[in-house]
């Protein structure tokens, strides 16, 4: 049995966010009070060992949970697969994690549904789901058997790495996702817009002398998906919002029902194009990184809910890939180590978003729309649970990543403020930085 003593506990299905004591027994929480003593928890736990915890000046909360991450698994293991990703994952304070369809074959049937499904539970760190692809081979035409592989274990379908470009196809997508009750997650790009663009279009990319996508690209997909989703009344969630226009749909879509979640990614809240140069492949993402007054929306929208979730997009790629020229490096952040104490300590220590409303939008929101398992330490909740120090600081080094991907903006950087405790079920896999 664990006992954490005395330790701050965000738990925004219970809207609490006090100092308390945590008990955790046989994998699930088992109580959460404020008046534990020796003698009571000797008694509850039933001639069981009691490992004690001081949790003073630390956080405890429900295990993140990121809707968006890329495994590479089937098919590009030199990147990342299931069991480095999912090691990443506890690494970094994540306990359930959705895995994109982009893999190579494409995750378009059943089959390889219960492949990735089957690969998550033999790695046995993080939980981890499948999202299927929406269309065959994701060529944009044919919809895979939505029903099939949700029996597999699919958790929603996404395209994801390319837009659908044929808005018919998307238009059926969404109708068809209704039997199955299941979210169609959206990459918002008009191919034609993004063209070769590299980063964002603007007086950066101009500098820069580098090819510039439009915000529109982003905006113009996002308006089309809003008004499908409105018209077949399908369930819609909008991956990696990025531009200022972007949000003001979404926030406008709200207001007259459309069902409807978007996503925001840490990198896009934390950085913005003028801080980029020619040589830092590292910010090279898609949708690319914005202007400053995108990455203020962005963080108005998590704030006032209109963006609900935060969520990583994970995109491993091998050093020989991102250390070609600009034009030639392949698009993606690796993040799931670095992504929690990014947001720490670049927006909540600044007082930019409350730690409330992170763990809100990086594990509550998650489980309720995506219908998972987790997002609460309600007593007899399963112990999906991180516990988080402010001061723990560490260098990201290249050594100390379990993930197999080094392409992130933080390398060689000092982060503050880290998960040092995880426990899946109960079971504790992460301990001082360091995977069990
Ligand atoms: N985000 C990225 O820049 N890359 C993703 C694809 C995607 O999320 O669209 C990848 O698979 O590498
Ligand atoms: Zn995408
Ligand atoms: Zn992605």
């Known amino acids: 049995m664990w006992w954490l003593k005395d330790v701050w506990v965000i738990d925004p299905s219970q809207k609490l966010s006090a100092p308390r004591d945590v008990l955790v027994k046989d994998g699930q929480v088992l109580e959460i009070s404020s008046s534990l003593t020796e003698e009571g928890v000797r008694t509850k736990a039933q001639g069981e060992s009691v490992d004690t915890i001081d949790g003073k000046g630390k956080f405890v909360f429900p295990g993140l949970i990121d809707v968006h991450t890329h495994l590479r698994e089937p098919g590009q293991e030199d990147k990342e697969d299931i069991l480095s990703g ?4 506890v690494r970094g304070g994540f306990t359930t994690i959705l895995a994109m369809a982009n893999t190579q074959p494409v995750i378009d049937n059943r089959a ?13 760190y993080a939980h981890i789901h499948p999202i299927g692809a929406v269309t065959k081979g994701m060529q ?3 919809l895979v058997e939505m029903s099939n592989m949700k029996e597999g274990g699919a958790v929603a379908f996404s395209d994801d790495g390319k837009n659908i470009h044929n808005a018919e196809v998307m238009r059926l997508a969404l109708e068809y996702a209704k039997l199955t009750g ?3 997650i959206s990459h918002c790009e008009d191919k034609d817009l993004a063209g070769d663009g590299q980063m964002r279009r603007g007086v950066a990319s101009a500098r820069m002398g580098l090819k510039g996508i439009p915000a529109s690209a982003e905006s113009v997909i996002v308006a089309r998906d809003l008004q499908l989703a409105e018209e077949t009344g399908g369930r819609l969630h909008l991956a990696h919002i990025s ?3 972007s949000v003001e749909l979404i926030r406008r879509a709200k207001e007259r029902g459309v069902d409807v979640t978007a996503e925001v990614n840490p990198h896009h809240l934390i950085f913005c194009d003028e801080e980029m140069g020619i040589t830092d492949t590292f910010f090279k993402v898609n949708p690319p990184l914005g202007s400053r007054v995108d990455r203020e929306a962005l963080i108005e929208g998590l704030r006032d809910g209109t963006l609900d979730m935060i969520a990583t997009d994970h995109a491993p790629h091998t050093q020989a890939e991102k250390t070609r020229p600009f034009a030639e490096a392949p698009f993606g952040i690796a993040s799931l180590e670095t992504a929690l ?11 930019r978003i409350s730690m409330d409303r992170v763990i809100e939008a990086w594990s509550f929101s998650p489980a309720q729309r995506f219908g998972l398992q987790g997002g609460s330490l309600v007593p007899g909740s399963p112990a999906d649970m991180v516990l988080f120090d402010p001061e723990f600081s560490e260098v990201i080094e290249p050594a100390t990543l379990v993930s197999k991907a080094r392409n992130t903006p933080f390398l060689n950087k000092t982060l503050q403020g880290c998960p040092v405790m995880v426990w899946v079920e109960g079971r504790l896999v992460q301990k001082n930085r360091t995977v069990l």
């Open 86 to 89: 999912s090691r990443a994952a």
């Open 140 to 142: 944009g035409a044919e």
């Open 182 to 184: 299941l979210l169609i």
């Open 243 to 245: 531009t200022v226009e």
């Open 341 to 351: 104490s990014a947001v720490w300590q670049h927006l909540v220590v600044p007082g």
């Open 112 to 124: 390889l549904v219960e492949f990735v499904r089957m690969q998550g539970e033999r790695a046995g």
